[in-house]
RNA sequence: GGGCGAUUAGCUCAGUUGGCUAGAGCGUCUGUUUUACACACAGAAGGUCGCAGGUUCAAGUCCUGCAUCGCCCACCA
């Protein structure tokens, strides 16, 4: 099974990373291996599902971002071997293929209404089957993938046994109810909307003055006018009341009275209500119950008739009388004409307002009244209980825990000033409402779901029934997918062992439709579960990412067409580079702009893998396996060997506590520093040395063992180039972990491998082939010519010693006299670089320029000076002696020695300068 | 009207229990066909961490206020 990957040399790897090639190769591999089918075995339970290959332009980069963390977090947990993490994640993937099969029906000239729902879902569902993605593995947990996935993409209303259980259960429980209710409209999608759909946008309007005149007991103009201010006149046709401050002096007498609606006239009560602003426009407010939230409470309390004008189209009705059948727009020009014209328009003033606009099109919503279903959030279903309170305190009390912790304080506000939840829609897409209407006595019937549909009325027995047209808003089922993927209403395996799971992981744009609507719902729906929050909520984890943002800080969205192909990228670059540029890019929950430069330097990290991966290769032979190096043999390991290998532990540890910590971005950067810095930068170059001189301690098993480690936890960031590069190296591993990496094991801290002194050694060595790099670079010394160069050392020598070949080899130094005193140094015609524990000398003869290297000197001692002056003024002061931690003080002692030791080296370098 | 976030090198951003002569990538400058890699290597320049106070031995990091930008929520007609 591992055919692909018995390759025994390096001459078939191209000199440039191709990341086309490698993830098509891995893909199928991993297919054709069975890694990403579902297995019986409890060892391997996820299953990766595949969007659609060709989603572009909708699948955003957002999307990516999120099944990027996603994978990350599960492929880290199945190497650690939990293999319980689970996260949901597959919605925006439906949205996409929807909006993709209306795409392709416009290229055909049609719409979703002309083939109708039943064959729109069935092109959804043959496009989703049909196709296979090699980039952004969806997961699952394996069982009835098939069926979930079917009813997720389609949103098919047939088999959909969950969500006909949860309404159900919510019927039955009191807290679905459908009532006439003044909802959000939208004229042009045709449907009602919840709050939350409903987009708030600052346009310009004006705020229109218009006097009502007052009537005497007799119904007769009593010469009175109220006057009052609206934004939208043409809603003046549906007015039924004028409502005051109860205190407002200034209305005090006509409170109780009758007003004349202008142009309509019929008979308007004026009523006091604590609602009022006495203070804005004019203290009085025209109540128009059936078309203004506000007006509509302020009508229910005074039992104020409720009229509707507008039709659900936007066109006005009969009782907008001289102008029915006018667009509402048009209406409100008309109304506002003849309001002057017939003297009730006090004065017109421009205003600032906000107004309700539909989240998906656009178009202004109309709040009208209408019949739809929704469900009581905060009703007590059981003494103490509602979905908001119990969703509220799942998190105040911790079950439920947000990351970035500060998301949390934004559900908690929303959660508690939660409304009641329209939850019908007029639309295809969705489940349709499970609620059958007897034609003869109009009873509602909600069977229960195990009813496909019912055949007679539960109240009269008549046969003739029929379903409600209405679908779901998608977010109630979308509610239920944490635990109607697990078999819920069943009591499975699988809901038994991953209900709940651990983290669940979106953008934060996405806690109110879909988060907290997971918890509301799964706090309810798993109630017979007990009490505790632990068990019922459906994750313990929020974890919350950024929005991915155009290069001009832009959300990107479809209508603004800034949207950024992530296919393309891919292509371009890699998906391995289009993952790691996503997460790293920005801090937990931080919004990022994408640049395509970030995605490049991605990528030839990528590439500097697979050349350091070649490199390697190159130096191996099949026939003698390499070992793992063991903690017994350290000791007879060179120091750079030590020293490579303890960096790698602490880079292990320091990645398995901000994995921990969710801090994907760090842990990225941790891990990209030390595979180029530290491997590539240094440990190569040094093993280049040993591999070159005879009878120097072979490197081969370091070399291996560094990158195979470093590989392995890489993995999860970069999945298919690390997969590659593994199995190349696999063939030569004593004793490989495992078969493939994706099942490898995740390397473990392991402190013993730890060694300060061979970092100090080494570090020591690194500083000295810097300096004299330095110098040659400042003195334009031709790059490939060999120099003399003197080390002077003290403490440090024998590390000096030991890496005396690779200053050579590094610094291009020949010869290389290591001494233990300045003196034993020429003094003439030299450049001098002091550093902590060691003294760099560098013979210029005829190409020293002595005025340049004074000023270089004293420029240096200037900047120690000051250093030093400010470690000695910290260290003089007993407050911080006493105060600090002990090892801080420490630490600052060894810098100001060094500090100081430097100091004379350069002052004495500029001596003997002359 | 409330709430949140951002403000650090020319650009985009890291810096999560306060201890930093403040880092990265890109860009810039100077060099280099050094047999893994020019998607590279070596070297360099570049920042009073938005402003003003405060707490602390110590502040980019904590507190207060202010400024600018952005976002979210909200029934002010």
Redesign the pocket.
């Known amino acids: 099974m591992t055919k692909e990957h018995d390759i025994a040399n390096?001459a078939d790897m191209p000199?440039?990373?191709?990341p086309g090639a490698v993830e098509g190769r891995i893909y199928v591999w991993w297919e054709e291996s069975g890694y990403f089918k579902p297995s019986d075995s409890d060892a391997d339970p996820f299953v990766i599902i595949m969007p659609p290959p060709n989603l572009t332009g909708e699948l955003h980069l957002g999307h990516a971002l999120t099944d990027g963390v996603e994978d990350i977090l599960i492929r880290w947990h199945r190497m650690l071997g939990q293999p319980t993490l689970w996260l949901p994640g597959i919605d925006h993937a439906a949205i996409a293929v929807h909006v993709l099969v209306e795409r392709q029906l416009a290229a055909e000239g049609l719409t979703k209404y002309d083939i109708g729902r039943e064959k729109f879902l069935e092109r959804v569902w043959g496009f989703v089957n049909n196709s296979r993605s090699r980039i952004f593995g969806q997961h699952k947990r394996l069982g009835s993938s098939a069926d979930w996935s079917r009813e997720l993409f389609t949103m098919d209303p047939g088999p959909s046994r969950a969500v006909r259980a949860a309404f159900y259960q919510l019927y039955q429980a009191g807290l679905i109810y459908r009532g006439e209710r003044l909802i959000n409209w939208c004229p042009r999608c045709n449907t009602a909307l919840s709050?939350?759909e409903?987009?708030?946008e600052?346009r310009d309007g004006f705020?229109w003055h218009v006097r009502y005149p007052m009537l005497d007991d007799a119904g007769q103009p009593s010469g009175g006018y109220i006057t009052?201010?609206?934004?939208?006149p043409e809603t003046i046709v549906a007015d039924t009341a004028i409502?005051v401050?109860p205190e407002d002096e200034r209305y005090r007498a006509f409170t109780g009275k009758k007003a004349r609606l202008p142009i309509i006239g019929r008979e308007l009560a004026v009523v006091g209500d604590d609602?009022?602003?006495?203070?804005?426009?004019?203290?009085?407010?025209?109540v128009t119950p059936g078309h203004?939230?506000?007006d509509f409470?302020i009508g229910q309390r005074h039992n104020v008739p409720v009229v509707s004008a507008i039709n659900p189209d936007g066109t006005m009705n009969g009782e907008a009388g001289p102008y029915a059948g006018m667009d509402r727009f048009d209406c409100r020009e008309a109304i506002v004409r003849d309001l002057d014209a017939q003297g009730f328009l006090v004065k017109t003033e421009p205003?600032r307002?906000?107004i309700g606009v539909c989240d998906r099109c656009g178009t202004i919503v109309e709040p009208l009244i209408s019949e739809q279903w929704f469900v009581a959030v905060n009703k007590e279903y059981e003494p103490g209980r509602s979905l908001s309170g119990e969703a509220l305190r799942a998190v105040t009390d911790g079950a439920v825990q947000f990351l970035?912790p500060?998301?949390t304080?934004?559900y908690t506000?929303?959660m508690e000033?939660l409304?009641d939840w329209c939850i019908s829609r007029q639309l295809w897409w969705g489940h349709r409402i499970p609620v059958w209407y007897c034609d003869s006595c109009a009873a509602v019937n909600v069977p229960p779901p195990a009813v496909e549909a019912p055949e007679s009325c539960d109240a009269c027995g008549a046969t003739s029934l029929r379903q409600d047209e209405d679908t779901l808003d998608t977010w109630f089922s979308a509610g239920l997918w944490p635990f109607s993927t697990l078999g819920w209403p069943d009591d499975t395996d699988d809901l038994r062992r991953f209900y709940p799971t651990d983290v669940m992981e979106t953008a934060y744009?996405i806690i109110?439709f879909w988060v907290a609507r997971m918890i509301m719902m799964g706090l309810f729906c798993m109630r017979e579960r007990g009490d505790a929050f632990e068990k019922r909520v459906p994750f313990r984890y929020v974890y919350l990412h950024?929005l991915v943002?155009d290069?001009d800080?832009?959300?990107m969205s479809k209508t603004r067409g800034n949207v950024v192909d992530p296919i393309g990228l891919v292509d371009k670059y890699g998906a391995d580079a289009v993952r790691f540029t996503l997460v790293?890019?920005?801090?937990?929950?931080?919004?990022?702009?994408?640049?395509e430069?970030?995605i490049?330097?991605a990528?030839?990290?990528?590439?500097?893998l697979?050349?350091?991966?070649?490199?390697v290769i190159?130096q191996l032979d099949p026939s003698q396996k390499v070992a793992t190096p063991s903690l017994a043999d350290r000791a007879s390991l060179p120091a750079e060997d030590r020293w490579v290998l303890s960096r790698l532990e602490k880079l292990v540890a320091e990645v398995d506590r901000l994995l921990n910590?969710?801090?994907l971005?760090?842990a990225g950067?941790r891990m990209?520093?030390f595979l180029?810095?530290d491997y590539?930068?240094?440990y190569?170059?040094v093993a280049?040395v040993r591999l070159?001189q005879d009878g120097a301690a072979d490197p081969r098993p370091v070399l291996v063992h560094v990158l195979e480690t470093g590989l392995r936890l890489l993995h999860p960031y970069m999945p298919f180039v690390t997969e590659e590069l593994w199995g190349r190296l696999r063939p030569f591993m004593a004793t490989p972990p495992s078969e493939a990496l994706m099942i490898a094991p995740y390397p473990k801290s392991d402190a013993a491998w730890r060694d300060e002194e061979a970092e100090r050694a080494v570090d020591g060595v690194i500083d000295v082939?810097?300096a004299i790099?330095?110098i040659?670079?400042?003195k334009?010394i031709?790059?490939?010519r060999p120099i003399e160069a003197y080390v002077v050392s003290n403490d440090a020598r024998p590390a000096i010693e030991a890496g005396a070949p690779y200053i050579e080899a590094?610094a291009?130094v020949q010869p290389l006299h290591i001494v233990s005193d300045a003196s034993e140094a020429p003094r003439d015609g030299v450049a001098t670089a002091v550093l902590?524990h060691a003294q760099v000398i560098v013979p210029l003869a005829g190409l020293m320029d002595a005025g340049a290297e004074r000023s270089r000197l004293e420029k240096e001692i200037a900047?120690?000076e000051?250093?030093a002056k400010?470690?000695q003024g910290?260290l003089s002061?007993e407050?911080?002696r006493?105060?600090?931690?002990r090892d801080?003080v420490a630490?600052?002692e060894d810098?100001l020695a060094?500090?100081q030791t430097?100091l004379e080296g350069l002052r004495r370098a500029l001596e003997e300068l002359g």
């Open positions: 390096a000199k440039a990373y191709d709050d939350l409903v987009d708030h600052e705020l009052i201010a609206t934004t939208r409502a401050h609602a009022i602003d006495p203070a804005f426009g004019t203290g009085a407010l025209k203004d939230p506000v409470e205003y307002h906000s970035p500060r998301f304080k934004i506000n929303w000033n409304r744009e109110f950024g943002r290069d800080g832009q959300k790293t890019a920005a801090g937990t929950g931080q919004d990022q702009r994408l640049r430069e970030k490049e330097s990528r030839n990290f990528a590439n500097k697979w050349n350091a991966s070649r490199f190159m910590e969710f801090q971005n760090e950067h990209y520093d180029w810095g590539c930068d240094w190569v170059e280049k070159r082939v810097r790099r330095n040659r670079s400042e334009k031709e790059p490939s590094l291009r902590p900047e120690a000051v250093y400010r470690l910290k002061n407050q911080f006493s105060k600090a931690p801080v630490a600052e810098r060094a500090a430097r």
